[in-house]
């Protein structure tokens, strides 16, 4: 076998003498890889280099009952002195086992102090030394993990109904809760009720009908349900205009009349219930007790009101009394 001195003093007979330009460059580039090489052994020799290394951490806690709510540190940051070639091994993270982190209860803190790794830091790196942790400790955020049932509600503003349609019954709901399942601060965040947004479509009918139940913006809440069924029942409220004729009461001077004895009102009535509809459902009084010196009027109340009328409006809430003298 050569020695490295003839295997050098062949190259530079070569590069004296080259057969061609091609192969005088290689030999330039065949130089250089091999100084390089020689310098890069060399240099890894020396036994006191200063850098700074990634060492692996682990935590273990009990994943049924808690949750990282942010990612857990991977790596220690750490500056450290030795050899080339034991640096250059801890840099690819050889012969580095991480270190173990257990928590108990990692709800109750949310920082570990670096200090109290250094003795198991120390014989793991060595004949590296470790000089400083870079961090005084480190972070993580971990909860408990907890259930809590809400409320489900649909916004009623929200649904759209035909023209003259309204509600004739509650908005019922089922199932009428839901259960979030994850860290304890956003599951205590959620809101109660947990509102369900409706389609865009326009009712003229009873419903009934699925919709989906939003999902939470955090990936680490559990919801126990996906839909919850929406019924309710609606009709159309017809409007109606009639003028109704007053009775007087309290009226001792036959001599006194209103003026005029009728008044305009306005109301609704359920599609459903017109038929049965009848001017006698709405009954107005006007009370001589009631009776206004200062304009001669009277007051105007409402006696009786069926109830299927709604919205009942007065064109007039007074009307005058005049003699007929």
């Not at 280099?49 to 540190?73: G, H, K, M, R, W």
């Not at 480190?138 to 909860?143: G, K, L, M, R, S």
């Not at 139940?213 to 309710?232: C, G, K, M, R, T």
Request: charge should be negative; aromatic fraction near 10%; include cysteine.
């Amino acid at each position: 076998m050569r020695s490295a001195e003839e295997i050098i003093e062949k190259l530079r007979g070569s590069f004296n003498a080259p057969r061609s330009k091609d192969e005088k460059i290689k030999v330039v580039v065949f130089c250089i890889v091999i100084s390089t090489t020689f310098w890069f052994f060399s240099a890894l020799n020396k036994s006191d280099y200063v850098t700074q290394i990634n060492y692996p951490v682990e935590f273990i806690y009990n994943e049924e009952s808690y949750v990282a709510v942010d990612p857990l540190p991977r790596y220690l940051r750490l500056e450290v002195t030795g050899g080339g070639w034991d640096l250059m091994t801890r840099s690819f993270g050889f012969g580095m086992p991480p270190i173990i982190i257990n928590l108990d209860n990692p709800s109750q803190s949310k920082s570990l102090l670096t200090s109290s790794l250094r003795g198991e830091l120390t014989p793991k790196l060595d004949p590296v030394t470790v000089n400083f942790i870079l961090s005084d400790s480190i972070p993580y955020n971990i909860e408990t993990i907890v259930s809590r049932t809400v409320n489900l509600s649909v916004d009623s503003t929200s649904l759209q109904l035909a023209p003259d349609y309204r509600f004739t019954s509650s908005i019922s709901l089922n199932p009428p809760t839901v259960t979030f399942t994850g860290p304890e601060s956003l599951v205590n965040a959620l809101p109660d009720p947990y509102v369900v947004p409706v389609s865009d479509d326009t009712y003229d009918d009873f419903v009934e009908e699925q919709f989906d139940i939003p999902e939470p913006n955090s990936d680490l809440i559990a919801v126990d349900v996906s839909e919850v069924e929406v019924s309710f029942e609606i009709d159309e409220f017809v409007p109606h205009q009639k003028s109704i004729q007053v009775m007087r009461l309290n009226f001792t001077d036959s001599t006194l009349n209103l003026s005029p004895n009728v008044i305009d009102v306005t109301y609704t009535i359920r599609r459903s219930e017109e038929v049965h509809a009848d001017s006698l459902d709405i009954m107005l009084i006007a009370d001589f007790y009631t009776f206004d010196n200062q304009d001669s009027s009277v007051a105007i109340s409402v006696a009786v009101k069926a109830g299927h009328i709604r919205d009942l409006k007065l064109l007039t809430d007074k009307l005058k009394v005049v003699s007929n003298e």
